[in-house]
């Protein structure tokens, strides 16, 4: 069955670093875009990244463009999410998902000093 494990949350102080990885299996990796979402305590469930099937197409959302990379590593079955600078507002659960639909079950990234 399809499974995504992410791993690599923890805390970090502001302006610190952190690569989130998600592994995936029960699927054709290579063929579908690979997406990181957030969710903030109290808040909705939002995007962060995308990676598209090629690997050359990627897109962030505002709030983390030019802090945050989405790579992705189609031998390994893995999706990457390198932060930097990390900003307090970063706290959340992130998530990966597959274009297939399916979930992680998120990795809790805390950002405080």
């Known amino acids: 069955q399809v499974q995504l494990v992410e791993s690599g949350g923890g805390l970090v102080q502001p302006g610190g670093s952190l690569t989130l990885s998600c592994a995936a299996s029960g699927f054709t990796f290579s063929a579908y875009a690979m997406r990181w979402y957030r969710q903030a305590p109290g808040k909705e469930r939002e995007w962060v990244a995308v990676i598209f099937a090629n690997s050359n197409n990627r897109d962030y959302a505002d709030s983390v463009k030019g802090r945050f990379t989405i790579s992705r590593d189609n031998a390994k079955n893995t999706v990457y999410l390198q932060m930097n600078n990390l900003e307090p507002e970063d706290t959340a659960v992130y998530f990966c998902?597959?274009?297939?639909?399916?979930w992680g079950q998120g990795t809790q990234v805390t950002v405080s000093s």
């Open positions: 998902r597959s274009d297939l639909g399916y």
